[in-house]
């Protein structure tokens, strides 16, 4: 035998076990069923036991992903209310001007009428919000003034 | 073909993999996580084979540990895991804020150190509980020349297939001897508990 240090209890049943793991994934199924019954474990039971561990991480993982998306969505709202855009002072003014982007890009208008059926029927808070949400995406630079060329 | 074989699985297959186990490769996965942990011991630090299996899961599933279906199965995926997690427990075991062993373990097959001999390290504790693990073995298995010789190649530092190499035990003799005590703890916790849990 070389010559190192004996192991301890404690390592060579870890060393044991370790090895006794390893043996599991090489035996065949029928084995590993028939060691479980000579166990007086069920194997249909514990199989039951794992596919719940497996619907338990699959809800996990939405939780996480759902967590993840509010977090994403909560650091956007506040990188918005963070930044300053100028718009124009006048009411009526910042009304034509949505006007102006929202007949420049038609999307733009079927999604801000989806949410509003009517322009008109805007308050001059949603004005000033969908005129944000605008500068957001671009559509307005950070002086106000419509970008790009329309649709 | 190698673009096959290093393609990754989506989430959804991977989701799809993971519900379609059978219910022998779930026994398998059980059983290796239970060892891992046993393996491992109080370093745990109170977790079980649950814990380790579902964090396990949802490694796979985030996408953390990336699954190429044309080149390794999801039980060997598992597999790999369960293995780089129980042993990152291990390595980030602090003994300073550990729990004794007793207070953590309820496998039936091994004994409470602390009812045995008076003890009050943790420490202590487990090489006591791994002496006493290790004496029963060998008192079952004293007639079998594979298993005692096996286990002394442990007590030496070797691997089991250094043990081979070293003694001449063949690979089909040593896996035969490794089945007899897998039997042997699984009779054991048997005779221990009627549940399994």
Redesign the interface.
């Given at each position: 035998m070389p010559d190192k240090p004996r192991k301890s209890d404690e390592e060579v049943l870890e060393n044991l076990m370790n090895e006794l793991a390893e043996g599991i994934l090489e035996i065949s199924d029928e084995e590993i069923v028939a060691e479980a019954r000579e166990a007086r474990v069920d194997p249909d039971k514990a199989a039951q036991r794992v596919a719940e561990l497996v619907q338990r991480a699959i809800e996990q993982r939405g939780q996480r992903k759902r967590q993840a998306a509010r977090r994403e969505y909560e650091a956007t709202i506040a990188a918005m209310q963070k930044r300053t855009y100028r718009l124009p002072d006048d009411p009526q003014e910042r009304r034509a001007l949505l006007d102006a982007v929202v007949q420049r890009y038609p999307r733009v208008r079927s999604a801000v009428t989806l949410q509003h059926r009517d322009l008109t029927s805007l308050s001059d808070a949603d004005v000033r919000s969908q005129l944000r949400k605008l500068q957001e995406l671009g559509f307005l630079d950070a002086d106000g003034k419509p970008t790009g060329e329309g649709e | 073909m190698s673009d096959e074989r290093e393609a990754v699985a989506t989430?959804e297959q991977v989701?799809d993999a993971?519900?379609a186990?059978?219910?022998?490769?779930?026994?398998?996965?059980?059983?290796?996580a239970k060892?891992?942990v046993?393996?491992?011991?109080a370093k745990a630090a109170g977790r079980d084979h649950?814990e380790l299996?579902?964090e396990a899961?949802?490694a796979v599933?985030?996408g953390r540990r990336k699954w190429k279906p044309g080149s390794v199965s999801m039980?060997?995926l598992l597999?790999g895991v369960v293995r780089s997690i129980s042993s990152h427990w291990a390595e980030a075991y602090d003994p300073e804020t550990a729990r004794p062993e007793s207070e953590l373990s309820n496998d039936p097959q091994r004994p409470s150190p602390l009812a045995a001999a008076q003890s009050d390290s943790p420490d202590q504790e487990?090489?006591l509980g791994?002496?006493q693990?290790?004496a029963a073995?060998l008192r079952y298995f004293k007639e079998d020349d594979i298993v005692v010789l096996?286990?002394e190649g442990?007590?030496?530092?070797?691997?089991?297939q250094q043990t081979c190499e070293?003694l001449g035990i063949s690979r089909k003799d040593y896996?035969a001897a490794?089945?007899r005590?897998?039997?042997y703890?699984?009779?054991s916790?048997?005779e221990g508990s009627?549940d399994?849990?």
């Open positions: - | 989430e989701r993971l519900k186990l059978s219910v022998a490769d779930r026994l398998r996965l059980e059983n290796f060892l891992r046993r393996a491992i011991g649950q299996l579902q899961f949802v599933l985030e039980v060997d597999a487990r090489e791994a002496k693990e290790l073995l096996v286990i442990f007590r030496e530092g070797m691997t089991g070293a896996e490794r089945k005590m897998t039997r703890r699984g009779k916790k048997a009627q399994d849990a």
